[in-house]
């Protein structure tokens, strides 16, 4: 699966995690740290299934559990009409992170 911000989304990584501007409405969404890394990794082509199992290591929480909170977190993005997510296998890797990926913008004014 990948993920894909909207081309109306723009990113600034905050002091807490990430800001995401929906451009056409001017609402705000503010992702803690976990939702940064999470977005972060996504964006980057990391697949669902390795990121959950990535994040699992060392913790109480299963690899099951976590996969369920990312696929929350991924509908989330799509129904607020954030992101877009697709079964196709992503091509372009970006090393930047979510602020220069190619399907966003960084906000005005904001550190990138």
Avoid: C, W, Y
Wanted: no cysteine.
């Amino acid at each position: 699966m990948t993920v894909r911000l909207k081309p109306h989304v723009s990113t600034a990584v905050t002091d807490n995690g990430m800001a995401l501007l929906e451009e056409t409405t001017g609402r705000f969404f503010e992702l803690n740290a976990t939702g940064a890394t999470v977005l972060t990794a996504l964006l980057e082509g990391t697949p669902p299934h390795e990121l959950a199992r990535r994040l699992s290591e060392g913790t109480d929480s299963g690899v099951e559990r976590v996969s369920a909170d990312i696929a929350a977190f991924i509908k989330g993005l799509t129904e607020q009409g954030l992101a877009e997510a697709g079964t196709e296998t992503a091509h372009e890797e970006s090393t930047d992170g979510p602020a220069h990926h190619p399907a966003a913008r960084t906000l005005p004014g904001a550190a990138a």
